[in-house]
């Protein structure tokens, strides 16, 4: 499809966004990374794949002669949003960043920051020198669960949408499902496995943020993996924004 927009995908604001686009009759493009099953797909021609890098990237966007970029991927997806950047900048592209809002400690949560995931790792093992037999709620995504597989003296409730293909910890339990997640479910699911300690990124959001809801009730600290960060120019947080920029910036 040439004339297109790409919609660097995989989050429910990417699927907001084609659906708002495709709905006004917008050529849009949306490109998944093709990590998870059974993916939801949004509405409007799909891609699945990584670009091979920058250079990848650039001669996809030149072959498909694209008109503007929108990256809607995940937060802590940093990899594409610096080949997006780097790509579009070199093809004279206009680049949108669609990010979803990080989420804020309230009144009662006990967050404890760390800059990355190996940072999480350790903290945990701080904890569980402390704390015989800590039982943690791991909720970082698959790709990060063999940084924890050296915490031995820790049992882990491993939450994925798909099975782990790297090392997991010796001591752990996987659950496989998928958001959105109610307050009262994961409530039940923190005391039925009597966790000690939450572990996310923090990727805000409505669709999983019921476990830090249950975090606080339960008075239970959480180690929030905080964003990394991105420079990627204009940036917005809702797809109605990003809709009206690519009306603005792209087909004017």
């Known amino acids: 499809m040439s ?18 686009l495709d709905r006004d009759g917008i050529p849009i493009i949306t490109s998944l990374a093709g990590r998870v099953q059974n993916p939801a797909l949004p509405r409007g021609e799909v891609r699945i794949g990584g670009f091979g890098g920058v250079n990848g990237l650039l001669t996809w966007l030149r072959e498909q002669q694209c008109i503007g ?3 809607a991927t995940h937060p802590f997806a940093r990899k594409i949003s610096a080949s997006a950047a780097a790509a579009t900048m ?55 669960v063999d940084v924890f597989a050296g915490v031995e003296n820790a049992w882990f409730l491993i939450r994925l949408v798909d099975p782990p293909e790297r090392e997991t910890p010796p001591q752990h339990l996987i659950l496989r499902n998928r958001g959105p997640y ?9 005391r039925e496995h009597r966790i000690d300690v939450v572990v996310t990124k923090n990727s805000g959001g409505d669709l999983v943020r019921a476990k830090l809801d249950a975090a606080r009730e339960l008075e239970l600290p959480v180690i929030m993996v905080q964003r990394p960060v991105t420079l990627t120019g204009t940036a917005v947080e809702r797809p109605e924004d990003a809709a009206r920029w690519v009306r603005q910036r792209v087909l004017s």
């Open 3 to 20: 004339g297109a927009v790409l919609i660097l995908g995989g989050t429910a604001e990417a699927r907001a966004l084609a659906e708002i």
């Open 69 to 71: 970029v929108v990256d």
């Open 182 to 190: 109610t307050l009262e479910g994961e409530r039940k699911l923190l």
């Open 90 to 144: 070199s093809a004279g592209l206009p680049l949108l960043s669609l990010r979803r809002p990080p989420w804020q400690p309230q009144a009662g949560d006990h967050w404890l920051d760390v800059p990355d995931i190996a940072g999480a790792a350790a903290k945990v093992a701080e904890h569980a020198d402390r704390q015989p037999d800590l039982r943690v709620f791991l909720t970082t995504g698959r790709q990060d």
